[in-house]
């Protein structure tokens, strides 16, 4: 599976995706218009490990809701994740049995030598 999760309104993830030269067979999901699924979302869990991997403490959301001054399970992690596409960090590169999650200058390195060897 290559699947890269973005988010259509996020320059950061417009720069990454041209940054990234994906090939033709990548196929590119705007998580704001077609939602995660709970099997992607626990498919995107096996490869980084826990859902918290996945999780975005940036957004407005997390900060609204006033989540910093709690201990969230990782099933509370996974309800927030399913509930509002702005708690997923990004962007989300699945590329086989690899993932690269969020936007970190030696994330997207990685990605780019996996891809483009």
């Known amino acids: 599976m290559k699947v890269f999760y973005y988010l259509n309104s996020c320059d950061t993830c417009q720069r990454i ?6 090939p ?11 939602a995660l699924t709970a099997e992607e979302l626990d498919a995107m869990q096996v490869l980084s490990g826990t859902y918290e991997a996945l ?31 702005t708690f997923l960090k990004r962007p989300v590169l699945i590329w086989e049995e690899y993932i690269f999650v969020g936007n970190s200058k030696n994330t997207i390195d990685a990605a780019y030598e996996l891809i483009h060897g």
Do not use: A, C, M, P
């Open 17 to 22: 995706l041209t940054s990234l030269q994906l």
């Open 24 to 34: 033709i067979e990548v196929e590119r999901r705007e998580i704001k218009s077609l």
């Open 55 to 85: 999780f975005s403490k940036r957004s407005r959301l997390y900060q609204q809701r006033g989540l910093k001054n709690l201990t969230l399970s990782e099933n509370e992690i996974k309800d927030l994740l399913l509930e509002h596409y």
